[in-house]
């Protein structure tokens, strides 16, 4: 019983964590978006030769994906695999 | 020189001398034909040795769970980096500068969210279709009859996109005919998957997704050995001849909306797409298909990041006007540019594996849709389970074969018809019927059969509707001088309203043994069939 009790909070906390991760993924990408469509000017000005806020932004949405699967899959490759295995046992 | 394309450069009013330029596109070429054989002959040697291998219904769909991880995260970016992606995108930046890259964005987010959501769960709960996991605590036959139906349907419109995509790529680059190309795709592509099933088709989506990343790398590094290695320095020759405009959003987000709407339906989509999510059982373990969608990601965003730099370098070293002029949509941007860089030898290696792209996508759709008509509505519903392996790997070739002459007849059937929008219209369908369904029978308790089996029907019946009531129909193809609806894409709307059907059906209906095997399925949500 007491491993279904330690079960059932790791899948709370897993849930949490997947929720918060994709929550940031929607605003970063939503807000890449928006800004393009109400802030044409801003996203059209330079931030040094031949780049514009717009160009930047669009590739750190790119990273911001890497950096997001990234510290998802560290979380999970330890923490959560290793409570796995105690539960298992 | 083939006809049509002639005609096509013809009718092209001339701006000038520049556009008159002697381009290789359209005629047959030795290179590409070379690298084209070569391609096939190792895809079919690959086809033998799978099919030797495949024995079972286990090796058929999902290769025997023998993929490891880096294998599965170059298949999944294979199967997702189709042809539209490369020759499109880079099109759309080459003539339209910053606008294309909100596409290059939109096509990678969707991965964080299948990572985070789906994979795992999926690969703990399925065996072969994701219908395994929606039906997994829920009543067998209605689930499985409406996710077949949103699976199919799915497939189907990125199957016809895809062909008639093929069709004219092939035309424009090998001079073959439209008709000769569509058999030559379904045929290699229904041999892969008829002998060699899964273990074929993931070889090869490898090699496909090798072969464009690379091709796609050289094509850069070349692109910036012009400009001193600096992606800036390409960016500011593009403003200086075209001005800073290209640097800044114009007119694709006229409408917010619109742009919001497709962005969910890549977002969300991408964890609904039947071949995709087919992908994670062919790994050992969920801790493999947490790892290959981070290898995917990874590889997906550099390529995505890659078109920057082709669609600006093909902006300046190629200009869009010849560009245009070889093909309005601009989809040959990347050849040409191969074409200028490295002469005909190069054309024809792009051009090959741009013919590779598109054969290993439609590959991967058809295995994902024959997997849905034999082991979803023939083995799980006709025969209640109860279907021997021999009868079980028979039915899904037989799938196979139908579900190819039906792409084929498609492909021809469509030829000339607008069908770019066919691919946000599957994304739509994948985000709207099969995201929610798999959302709420994987992580609410209180699902019902019938919340969920509606939330699914309504999704794909209320993405058909609204796209065909779109401005995309009713203007751009019937020429209707309005439309009822007012987005391109409908998702903003066919989302929440998939989900609310999904909650409100559910909490007006009970289903007692649904919630009853929530604990069970939680349990084998996280520690798979075996903990």
Same mark, same amino acid.
């Given at each position: 019983m007491h491993n279904d009790a330690r079960l059932r909070a790791l899948a709370a906390r897993r849930t949490r964590f997947a929720v918060t991760l994709t929550i940031a993924m929607i605003v970063i990408y939503f807000g890449f978006i928006l800004l393009i469509a109400f802030k044409k000017p801003l996203m059209g000005g330079l931030v040094a030769p031949g780049l514009s806020l717009g160009i930047l932004l669009g590739a750190l949405v790119i990273v911001a994906s890497w950096v997001l699967t990234w510290l998802y899959v560290r979380w999970a490759n330890s923490y959560y695999d290793r409570e796995l295995a105690e539960i298992r046992r | 020189m083939n006809a049509p394309v002639h005609a096509l450069l013809q009718a092209v009013p001339a701006? &000038? /001398?520049?556009?008159?330029r002697a381009t290789q596109i359209g005629e047959p070429n030795a290179v590409a034909m070379g690298f084209f054989f070569v391609f096939i002959a190792i895809t079919l040697g690959i086809t033998y040795w799978a099919a030797k291998k495949t024995r079972t219904t286990e090796d058929f769909?999902?290769?025997?769970?023998?993929?490891s991880a880096g294998q599965n995260g170059f298949a999944l970016a294979g199967d997702y980096m189709s042809a539209a992606s490369f020759l499109g995108i880079a099109g759309l930046v080459s003539t339209t500068g910053f606008d294309g890259l909100i596409y290059s964005t939109g096509w990678l987010v969707g991965w964080p969210v299948v990572l985070f959501l789906i994979a795992e769960p999926l690969r703990n709960l399925g065996k072969y279709t994701f219908a395994d996991v929606v039906a997994a605590r829920l009543r067998q036959t209605p689930v499985r009859i409406a996710a077949a139906i949103g699976t199919l349907a799915t497939v189907i419109f990125y199957l016809i996109a895809q062909m008639v995509g093929a069709g004219g790529l092939i035309k424009l680059m090998f001079g073959l005919t439209y008709e000769t190309a569509i058999v030559v795709v379904g045929m290699a592509m229904i041999a892969y998957v008829l002998f060699g099933g899964m273990i074929a088709t993931t070889w090869v989506q490898i090699v496909k997704a090798v072969l464009l990343l690379g091709g796609a790398t050289i094509l850069a590094v070349m692109v910036l050995s012009r400009f001193g290695f600096s992606p800036l320095a390409l960016f500011r020759a593009a403003a200086e001849r075209y001005g800073d405009g290209v640097l800044a959003p114009g007119k694709l987000v006229a409408n917010p909306m619109d742009a919001v709407s497709l962005g969910m339906a890549l977002m969300f989509g991408t964890a609904g797409l039947p071949h995709i999510l087919m992908r994670f059982y062919t790994v050992p373990d969920a801790q493999a298909a947490r790892k290959s969608v981070f290898y995917a990601t990874g590889l997906i965003g550099f390529f995505y990041l890659m078109t920057f730099i082709l669609g600006f370098g093909a902006m300046v070293l190629v200009t869009p006007e010849v560009i245009t002029s070889v093909d309005k949509g601009g989809n040959m941007a990347a050849p040409l540019l191969a074409e200028s860089l490295g002469g005909t030898p190069f054309l024809g290696f792009i051009a090959a594996v741009a013919f590779a792209t598109i054969l290993a996508v439609v590959a991967g759709l058809t295995l994902s849709g024959a997997a849905a008509l034999s082991h979803d509505l023939w083995v799980s519903v006709a025969k209640k389970g109860e279907a021997t392996p021999i009868e079980q790997l028979r039915v899904a070739r037989i799938s196979t074969v139908a579900l190819g002459v039906i792409a084929v007849l498609l492909g021809i059937l469509f030829k &000339?018809?607008?069908?770019?929008?066919m691919v946000s219209l599957a994304f739509a369908i994948a985000a709207s019927a099969n995201f929610p369904a798999l959302l709420l029978s994987i992580?609410?308790?209180?699902?019902t059969t019938l919340g969920v089996v509606t939330s699914m029907l309504v999704g794909t019946i209320s993405t058909l509707l609204l796209i065909y009531l779109s401005p995309t129909i009713q203007? /751009?193809?019937?020429?209707? /001088?309005?439309?009822?609806?007012?987005?391109?894409?409908?998702a903003l709307i066919t989302i929440p309203l998939s989900f609310a059907v999904g909650i409100v059906v559910s909490l007006l209906t009970s289903d007692p043994e649904a919630s009853a095997k929530f604990a069970q399925v939680e349990r084998q949500v996280h520690l798979g069939a075996k903990g």
């Open positions: - | 701006a &000038g /001398d520049s556009v008159r769909y999902a290769a025997g769970r023998s993929i &000339g018809q607008n069908v770019a929008f992580f609410w308790r209180r699902c203007i /751009d193809i019937l020429k209707h /001088d309005a439309a009822l609806f007012p987005l391109k894409n409908p």
